[in-house]
């Protein structure tokens, strides 16, 4: 099969690298302040990131495909920009709900809303039982999902007073939300049907598969031009076989990862919601595994520099650990394919 993109997907891609070649984060004392986060955002929101899953906003049907495309491409470069929590993950979440107010606010830059997820990051969530803020500098609000007679109920809440959690990803902001919390939780939105909030959780596992991807594929194409220039004995290391093979390898899970998420960004509206959840869990399984040699190849690459606090492959083997853990790793994936398909003949 032949897999290709449009003209239009081809300039969103483009656009979004050259944007995330500006924003890219090289080393730790690059990741920018308050203000500098907030500048970068409002060019994120510019280019109209937040408003692809929404077809009232952006004027075309909601894609996954160009979703993907632009989530991969600041992956690559590490842009600490919060767009896959406060553009792309909230503003499904608020579209599943037809949350019309605070789509529009998002879309013009005045909403910052960061979606919340359980403790152990492997789902969306709720005002009790304590969360955490995913993705949240700069937010203002966060985003939590209670279930209620098989409905899922959105509400806001604001951040202040989260206290900043010690995150794995530098490039990225947890904040812890108390358990006991008694700020008021404002419900924005209709009540979302459990096949819709399936739909959401595919699109989720896609875009944190597609972040993973993004990295990978830096840390190649980092890894490659490295090869080329570093000289040992007299000849590019690049010559030496064995690291022809490791970065041959390193090719082959990127572009395997490549196939998997862009197949599941195009399920997620096109295919049944069995079909598209199946789909996402696939990429996010074979992505988290694959991410997490590309990156270690890159270090074994770059050799000792690559895991000091100065280097970029220390960034993104960090980024690539925490995007594992979100929504579940490939060994929690493999188990939920398991389950989905000896539940569902048609899958099997």
Not at 155 to 167: E, I
Not at 301 to 314: D, K, Q
Request: some cysteine.
């Amino acid at each position: 099969m032949d897999i290709g993109l449009t003209d239009e997907q081809k300039l969103l891609r483009d656009t979004v690298s050259a944007l995330a070649d500006q924003l890219a984060t090289t080393d730790p004392s690059d990741i920018g302040s308050g203000d500098t986060l907030a500048r970068q955002w409002s060019q994120v929101v510019e280019i109209g990131i937040p408003t692809l899953r929404s077809p009232a906003l952006c004027g075309l049907e909601a894609s996954g495909v160009e979703t993907v495309l632009a989530i991969e491409q600041l992956a690559r470069t590490l842009c600490a920009v919060p767009v896959a929590g406060q553009a792309v993950l909230a503003a499904e979440l608020l579209e599943a709900a037809r949350a019309e107010k605070e789509l529009d606010l998002l879309a013009e830059g005045q909403l910052r809303i960061a979606p919340a997820l359980t403790v152990d990051l492997r789902r969306f969530g709720a005002s009790d039982g304590g969360a955490v803020a995913f993705d949240a500098a700069g937010a203002t609000h966060v985003l939590v999902a209670n279930q209620a007679d098989g409905l899922r109920h959105l509400g806001t809440a604001p951040l202040d007073g989260g206290a900043a959690a010690d995150g794995l990803d530098l490039t990225r902001t947890l904040r812890r939300l108390p358990s006991d919390s008694a700020v008021p939780i404002a419900t924005v939105g209709e009540p979302i049907s459990e096949e819709r909030w399936r739909r959401v959780e595919a699109l989720a596992l896609t875009v944190v598969a597609a972040d993973l991807l993004g990295v990978m594929q830096g840390a190649l194409d980092d890894a490659v031009r490295y090869a080329g220039e570093r000289v040992q004995f007299g000849v590019p290391i690049g010559s030496f076989q064995a690291v022809q093979h490791m970065l041959a390898d390193a090719l082959i899970g990127v572009e395997g990862a490549r196939s998997c998420v862009w197949h599941a960004a195009w399920a997620v509206d096109h295919l049944p919601t069995e079909e598209a959840l199946l789909a996402a869990m696939t990429a996010k399984a074979y992505a988290a595994a694959a991410g997490r040699d590309v990156v270690e190849t890159a270090v074994q690459v770059f050799g000792g520099i690559a895991i000091t606090w100065e280097h970029v492959s220390h960034l993104r083997v960090r980024r690539t650990l925490l995007n594992r853990r979100l929504f579940g790793d490939e060994t929690a994936q493999y188990e939920a394919i398991a389950h989905l398909r000896l539940a569902n003949e048609g899958l099997a």
